[in-house]
């Protein structure tokens, strides 16, 4: 099996995830780059003294772990300080992502991340895969995954790219009308036809 890395991209809600889940069941290695940049801001984890620092104990649970949920509403609503935040994690994201590699021995693996291009992990990639998905439903998703208001995902969305930066960039565009298990039988197609370099 020759082993390529295929980035998959896409805004919040899109469905990178269940195209993930696709090619995690024909045998890729799957690494999520946002549950990684998720992991670093873990108490004891490299990023959480930094980000403390710069955002005050007011962002921290009673368990003393970073709310998230109020990180991100601090840092989407304040281009500066969601530059600052990025500039601590995207340097620790990418090392986590490279050890990770190295254990995929073998393997032909997949790296999920919603700012693929932004950070530059597209670099790393043999190939990308963007997923795109009408705004109303990624709203819908996402307020029901996380349990969140629809103010609070739009802010979100308002700081991500729109579908064009994504269709400009990626190899495959792959549009999810709301079907998942269209999505993931799709997903199973690709991923098959690029490990058999068909693609």
């Known amino acids: 099996m020759i082993k390529i890395l295929i980035g998959v991209t896409g805004g919040i809600g899109s469905g990178k995830s269940t195209l993930c889940k696709a090619a995690e069941d024909l045998g890729y290695c799957v690494i999520d780059a946002d549950k990684i940049g998720h992991d670093i801001l873990l108490s004891g984890k490299p ?11 007011e962002i921290l649970l009673q368990n003393g772990e970073i709310d998230r949920k109020k990180l991100g509403n601090i840092v989407f609503s304040n281009a500066e300080k969601l530059k ?3 500039k601590i994690t995207h340097e620790k994201i990418a090392k986590a992502i490279d050890d990770k590699i190295k254990k995929c021995k073998n393997k032909n693996i997949v790296l999920e991340g919603a700012v693929l291009f932004e950070s ?5 990639c043999d190939y990308v895969i963007a997923v795109i998905a009408p705004k109303d439903e990624r709203i819908n998703r996402v ?4 349990l969140t208001d629809e103010r609070s995902v739009l802010l979100r969305m308002s700081r991500q790219k ?12 792959i549009t999810n009308n709301g079907d998942l298990s269209r999505l993931y039988n799709e997903g199973i197609k690709v991923f098959s036809e690029v490990a058999n370099g068909k693609v």
């Open 84 to 86: 600052l935040l990025n």
């Open 143 to 146: 307020m029901q995954r996380d």
């Open 120 to 124: 530059g992990m597209n670099g790393m």
């Open 47 to 57: 990023a959480y003294t930094e980000i403390t620092g710069l955002f005050g104990k």
């Open 162 to 173: 729109d579908d064009e930066y994504y269709t400009k960039r990626a190899n495959l565009i």
